[in-house]
């Protein structure tokens, strides 16, 4: 059983930053041992990726849309998933979740994620 808590996300002018963190708990394994990702979902559309690392935090990827603003990371001893985003856009609005892959690669697929948190709220005013 995984649990992932979202937070972080809140109103913000256009050209400002947020950070958004994800609490990782587990019972059987470890962080350490998920590729995670950040996806989003804006009111009407599907749920898109937006940016992936692998388990040890060496590989990362990005949608074209964030590359250049935004950045995954991650502390494994600390249990946490963090997406620094940076000259935020009002199409940046939407509800950001993470999610973990039993993958220990990057993945970009959103089928081959199996578990999600709740998401959190990034609205970027123009």
């Known amino acids: 059983q995984v649990s992932l808590v979202e937070s972080g996300g809140r109103l913000v002018q256009a050209g400002g930053s947020l950070r958004l963190s994800c609490a990782f708990s587990?019972?059987?394994?470890?962080?350490?041992?998920?590729?995670m990702g950040w996806f989003r979902q804006a009111p009407g559309e599907e749920r898109t990726f937006v940016a992936a690392i692998n388990s040890s935090g060496g590989s990362t990827k990005y949608a074209d849309a964030v590359k250049g603003r935004f950045t995954i990371s991650r502390d494994n001893p600390r249990d946490t998933l963090y997406l620094q985003m940076n000259d935020l856009k009002p199409e940046d609005t939407a509800v950001y979740y993470c999610?973990?892959?039993?993958?220990?690669?990057?993945?970009?697929?959103?089928?081959?994620?199996?578990?999600w948190g709740q998401g959190t709220q990034v609205t970027v005013s123009s």
């Open positions: 999610a973990a892959s039993e993958y220990t690669i990057v993945i970009f697929n959103i089928d081959q994620y199996n578990y």
């Open positions: 587990g019972r059987t394994f470890s962080f350490r041992d998920y590729g």
